[in-house]
């Protein structure tokens, strides 16, 4: 059981770190190495249950995750200008932090009843994946960086992910390949919006978008 | 087959744009699709309910009467929106605003907007729906950016940011609800009807989890409240038969899966459950919608707070649970998607003709451009639920349900907020109709596609005689129905 729950614990900490950290290219690298954390996860229970289809699944989550979407972060990070190179986080990273340990008490709470259903060493660690949902979502609502609102947006996926395989049913294999066609496609939308924003508004701070509203 | 006709022609439509592009012989090919599609939920409707749901693709795909209505209803608002389409370019490309390349591309997604639709409702996996709906917000997303401007690259980019979210809560929903699955005594995986035959057993903490992911992330795409910020931005940035389309059938196609998750709901923790969730939802949408409408500005995001308030309607409806509200909110999604997009269009008309999508901006329609004023005009009064108009008896019948359903003070609110909503609605619009013309806008011809009048027309036409519309109705609220 050691290296799954090594690889919950990578999950949790490179979750907080892009909490922590401000520069737009350390947090990329952060979360590819989460990506690389969720493909571990995947292949410590392909092991376990000694399934090809798992293995699979695991070298497809390590290339889209570890690989294809930091990339096209990258990408979209290069083409923006040196002052759009820092998050510019609403909340400070104090404060961040507590928050962060707010929404692992409130994850736990909260997935109790799954644990409970089918007690394992994989349903034990769903709080992990669950935290790492909340905290994506709240990057997603503090930051002002369109970038970094995407990477709070794929730190979300990334948790939903890694709940999907602790709850060892897998979704199907249609399923999960339509799931991971579209965030890669969701993904590829926000950043031709990105270039776009940055066309139209000379930058992608959040900020500048207050053209609509009642 | 007729299961493959509103996924595969729409899609074949989008090739057809993809290889010829928009030029006088392509012009039709997109309301053609739509009327393709309009045929064959008729024709899968007529055999749904001879003989029963029918699957096919390896049990893949699935229609029961609720998805065969739910294709009607993309058939429908799909073919008026698309049969304006071409009057709609005319104008833009009049103006220098759009190109023929512009066109060709809106036309391909507006088709694989349909066939995404389509695949949502037929699908018979709640993964594959759910998949569905987010290619849905891919598909659109730069539908809604298409003009390029700052505002409407704004309302894109808020567009995909929310839907998303809200949509990754489905899946997190959908994940729980197949561990719940797959730990009960029935049968394992996301079948839809299997699921809803076999709630009984399954877990009721897990199940709570995943009712409320699943709400509250369809719910986004629902543009029910709390999630609904994008919905103003998008429906008033984007061209007007995405416009058409959006507000028309997407919302209720996001519904539409909600009203499956309900079943499973009703099944695994009892009707009071979903029953809270929804009413608190409706009337937080109801309640905001009619705040925003009270000073509204600006016509489009008029049109655009109404859709929440009708969606709000049809959750309450949904709420309620009876067959009478289902089969109320069921009415109230065809009628309201097509008063919904004869007004998407006609505003996107008067946008043209006056250059302006402010309400101060237009005043005197009636004069100077009498024909789309029509259409406009008589389009709101269908909104606010004017008889004939088929919303007038939908919405008797959600608030008969609700007095009868114990929910007497509940409906008294929503009934409320209709009200004031309708008021605020009939100030502005009047104010546009009427009024001395302003002299900025020159008067030329402004025909009005045929589409539009036949849309009005058959919003009427369904609120005096509905045809064998109840047969399909009884149908699809059968499996829906609380049992009180």
Redesign the interface.
């Known amino acids: 059981m050691e290296p799954l729950y090594l690889a919950c614990g990578a999950l949790l900490l490179t979750a907080v770190l892009v909490l922590w950290r401000r520069e737009l290219s350390v947090i990329i690298r952060v979360f590819a190495l989460q990506g690389a954390a969720l493909a571990v996860l995947v292949g410590v229970l392909a092991a376990q249950e000694n399934s090809a289809e798992l293995w699979a699944v695991a070298a497809g989550v390590l290339v889209l995750r570890a690989g294809v979407l930091p990339y096209l972060l990258r990408r979209a990070l290069a083409g923006a200008g040196e002052a759009q190179r820092e998050t510019r986080p609403l909340v400070n990273v104090s404060a961040s932090l507590l928050a962060a340990a707010v929404l692992t008490l409130l994850a736990y709470a909260v997935s109790q009843p799954l644990v409970e259903l089918a007690p394992s060493a994989a349903t034990q660690a769903i709080p992990v994946g669950v935290t790492v949902v909340l905290i994506g979502f709240f990057v997603l609502v503090t930051r002002r960086r369109a970038l970094s609102q995407l990477v709070g947006f794929l730190l979300m996926d990334n948790g939903i992910t890694a709940v999907g395989f602790l709850t060892t049913t897998g979704v199907g294999l249609v399923v999960e390949l339509g799931v991971s066609l579209d965030v890669l496609l969701a993904v590829l939308v926000l950043q031709v919006l990105t270039t776009r924003m940055r066309e139209t508004f000379g930058g992608t701070d959040l900020d500048e978008l207050r053209e609509l509203r009642d | 087959m007729t299961l493959l006709v509103p996924i595969g022609v729409p899609v074949f439509g989008a090739l057809v744009h993809l290889v010829f592009g928009w030029r006088r012989a392509t012009t039709w090919v997109s309301a053609g699709s739509a009327g393709v599609v309009l045929a064959a939920a008729v024709a899968l409707a007529v055999q749904v309910s001879r003989s029963g749901p029918v699957s096919t693709v390896a049990g ?1 795909l699935r229609a029961d009467a609720l998805s065969a209505f739910m294709v009607l209803v993309i058939g429908a608002v799909g073919l008026i929106a698309t049969a304006a389409t071409p009057a709609y370019f005319r104008g833009e490309i009049e103006a220098g605003r759009a190109t023929v390349r512009t066109a060709a591309r809106h036309s391909l997604l507006v088709q694989l907007f349909l066939a995404t639709m389509a695949l949502a409702v037929l699908a018979a ?1 709640l ?2 729906v ?2 569905a709906v ?2 849905t ?2 598909v659109t ?2 539908l809604v ?1 298409q003009r ?4 409407s ?6 567009y ?2 929310i839907c ?2 809200g949509i ?1 809560l489905a ?2 929903g ?3 609800l ?3 699955a ?2 009960a005594p029935g049968p ?3 079948d839809l009807a299997t699921l809803a035959a076999h709630a009984p057993g399954l ?1 009721p ?2 199940t ?2 995943a009712v409320v992911l699943l709400v509250l992330g369809f719910g986004t795409k629902a543009g029910l409240a709390p999630l609904h910020a994008w919905l ?2 998008a429906h ?2 984007a061209p007007a038969p995405v416009s058409a389309l959006m507000s028309g059938v997407l919302l209720s196609v996001a519904f539409y899966a909600i009203l499956r998750v309900k079943v499973i709901s009703d099944g695994a923790l009892g009707p009071g459950f979903a029953r809270t969730l929804l009413v608190v939802m409706a009337l937080a949408s109801l309640a905001l919608a009619a705040s ?1 409408l009270i ?2 500005r600006d016509y489009k ?1 008029m049109l655009a707070y109404s859709s929440i308030e009708h969606l709000g309607l049809v959750a309450f409806g949904a709420a309620i649970g009876s067959p009478l509200a289902l089969t109320a909110a069921l009415l109230h999604v065809l009628g309201h998607g097509l008063a919904k997009a004869v007004l998407f269009l006609s505003a996107g008309r008067i946008l043209q003709l006056t250059g302006t999508s402010r309400i101060e901006g237009v005043s005197g329609l009636v004069a100077r451009h009498p024909a789309v004023a029509t259409t406009f005009g008589f389009g709101v009064l269908a909104l606010i639920g004017l008889p004939p108009f088929s919303l007038f008896a939908s919405e008797l019948g959600i608030a008969r349900a609700g007095f009868t359903a114990g929910l007497g003070w509940f409906t008294a609110a929503a009934l409320l907020l209709v009200l004031v909503i309708a008021a605020a609605l009939i100030s502005r619009t009047s104010r546009m109709l009427l009024g001395a013309p302003s002299t900025s806008d020159t008067r030329v011809a402004s025909p009005v596609p045929v589409a539009l009048a036949g849309g009005l027309l058959a919003c009427a036409v369904l609120g005096i005689f509905a045809g064998p519309l109840p047969v399909l109705l009884d149908l699809a609220t059968q499996p829906l129905a609380v049992t009180r």
Do not use: M, Y
């Open positions: 893949l996996n993964g594959v759910w998949v987010e290619a917000t891919i997303a730069f950016g390029r401007t700052r505002a690259v704004e309302a894109a980019w808020k995909v940011v998303s979210t990754a899946l997190l959908t994940i729980v197949n561990f719940a797959a730990h394992a995986g996301l877990d903490g897990v709570r989890i103003p931005d008033s940035q925003l000073g509204q995001r």
